[in-house]
């Protein structure tokens, strides 16, 4: 593990003025991964920005864990299909100017 892209939950609970039990549990659902290394808790710089999502859709919006938990599904499947999509316009254009030679 690369210590570099750790980061104290303490510090970032500080920086967002958050609880740190907000962030474990969303640790103990499973949706984020929280990292001990002696005695003290740390997150993953790379997880931030989803991190941050959660907590908006949990403290701004009152939405509860099981909620965040569809929700972060249903983005990446969102994400997944957009990507197909894509992929199958990208196709079609290809296809549709080769007939055209």
Same mark, same amino acid.
């Given at each position: 593990?690369?210590?570099?892209?750790?980061?104290? &939950?303490? !510090?970032?609970?500080?920086?967002?003025?958050?609880?740190? /039990? +907000? *962030?474990?549990?969303? #640790?103990?659902?499973?949706? +984020?991964?929280?990292?001990?290394? #002696?005695?003290?808790?740390?997150? %993953?710089? #790379? #997880?931030?920005?989803?991190?941050? !999502?959660?907590?908006?859709?949990?403290?701004?919006?009152?939405? %509860?864990?099981?909620? +965040?938990?569809?929700?972060? *599904? &249903?983005?990446?499947?969102?994400? *997944?299909?957009?990507? !197909?999509?894509? &992929?199958?316009?990208?196709? +079609?254009?290809?296809?549709? /100017?080769?007939?055209?030679?």
């Amino acid at each position: 593990m690369e210590y570099e892209k750790l980061i104290s &939950l303490k !510090k970032f609970c500080i920086h967002y003025k958050v609880k740190e /039990s +907000i *962030v474990l549990s969303l #640790d103990e659902f499973g949706l +984020i991964t929280i990292h001990k290394i #002696d005695q003290e808790y740390f997150l %993953n710089t #790379d #997880d931030i920005v989803e991190l941050e !999502k959660m907590l908006r859709l949990h403290c701004d919006l009152g939405i %509860n864990l099981e909620g +965040i938990d569809a929700i972060i *599904v &249903l983005l990446k499947q969102n994400k *997944v299909l957009r990507h !197909k999509l894509w &992929l199958a316009e990208k196709n +079609i254009a290809f296809f549709s /100017s080769k007939e055209e030679e």
